[in-house]
């Protein structure tokens, strides 16, 4: 399992799929103050939620190679031979997918801040809700690689099945700024239910696609 997971994060920060990540994150960050103009009260005021709503434009990335290569190799079927359960496999891949994902994108984060003029203490909750809603993020970007493994357009219809997922995650991450201690506190309980049933959904999704 240990083995499983730390294969994970080697592949996740190889290729330059982090970077790959990073890059757009603060690329779609960078887009807003030109877009919206040099007003620094407004970009403070909206600053919180224009990361959020990078980080999950960010995290389609990675979504198609998350299942879809391991799946055409036969991967998935030599650790079910091994004695793994899909399930298991799908927990794995997720832990493996936020240990890979969220610290850089949090690191970025901070960036952002700067370029949007996010004051401190904001910053911190920004942070505070990635490290929260992250986890939840990562769940349904291996359960939505999962589900459409194998499609054809899996990359846009990937899109189309997380992106409205994850608006629970959207709103309680940014509502978080205004409502403190209670939006986490939302925002920890949606990620949970992700964490939670998300391998349930991958597992799934691969015994179906291993048939």
């Known amino acids: 399992m240990i ?3 730390w294969r994970d994060v080697r592949r996740g920060y190889g290729a330059g799929g982090a970077t790959l990540v990073v890059a757009f994150f603060l690329l779609v960050a960078m887009l807003f103050p030109f877009a919206i103009g040099p007003d620094a009260a407004l970009l403070a005021r909206i600053g919180g939620g224009v990361i959020w709503a990078a980080a999950l434009l960010a995290a389609l990335l990675p979504v198609e190679r998350l299942v ?16 793994l359960s899909p399930v298991t496999i799908a927990a794995a891949r997720t832990l493996g997918h936020w240990l890979a994902f969220a610290p850089p994108l ?3 984060a901070v960036v952002a801040a700067g370029l949007l003029d996010l004051p401190t203490q904001r910053l911190l909750l920004v942070e505070a809700g990635l490290l929260l809603g992250t986890p939840g993020l990562a769940a349904l970007a291996v359960a939505t690689g999962a ?10 219809i990937a899109g189309l ?8 995650l959207l709103i309680f991450g940014a509502g978080a700024l205004a409502g403190g201690v209670g939006g986490l506190k939302l925002l920890a309980a949606v990620s949970l239910l992700l964490s939670v049933g998300g391998p349930v959904v991958a597992g799934a999704a691969l015994r179906m696609a291993m048939e």
């Not at 879809?68 to 004695?83: C, I, K, N, S, T």
């Not at 589900?147 to 846009?156: F, H, M, P, T, Y």
């Open 3 to 5: 083995a499983l997971i």
């Open 161 to 168: 099945v997380m992106l409205p997922l994850a608006v629970p």
């Open 68 to 83: 879809q290569p391991d799946l055409e190799a036969g991967v998935f079927d030599q650790l079910v031979v091994r004695g």
């Open 106 to 108: 949090m690191a970025a």
């Open 147 to 156: 589900l459409v493994a194998g499609l054809r357009g899996a990359g846009a």
